[in-house]
């Protein structure tokens, strides 16, 4: 079993995989913040309301995305195995 994760973090796919995860969650966490930016220009309290914790939670998600990408990559770089 460890020589298969060791192949797979070794493995292009395994930078392509990050990468991936990466690069989506940085463009939703771009959206949420738009949408966030934006829903302060609605007039009815309610879609506000709706907008700011939708998009709130969209950041929200995103960031984590951004984070686990980061970690990971970072860990594979300095060398520390990765599970």
Known sequence: M???ELFYMNTFFW???K???GIVS???LAR???VLVHSYTLNNP???LMYF???SMLIL???VGVIYCAFRVFRRIKGESVR
């Open 53 to 55: 914790f939708s998009s």
């Open 2 to 4: 460890k020589d298969v």
């Open 19 to 21: 990468l991936f995860i």
């Open 32 to 34: 949420g913040i738009d």
């Open 15 to 17: 930078w392509v995989s």
């Open 26 to 28: 940085l463009f939703f």
């Open 61 to 63: 998600v995103s960031a």
């Open 46 to 48: 309610l879609e506000f």
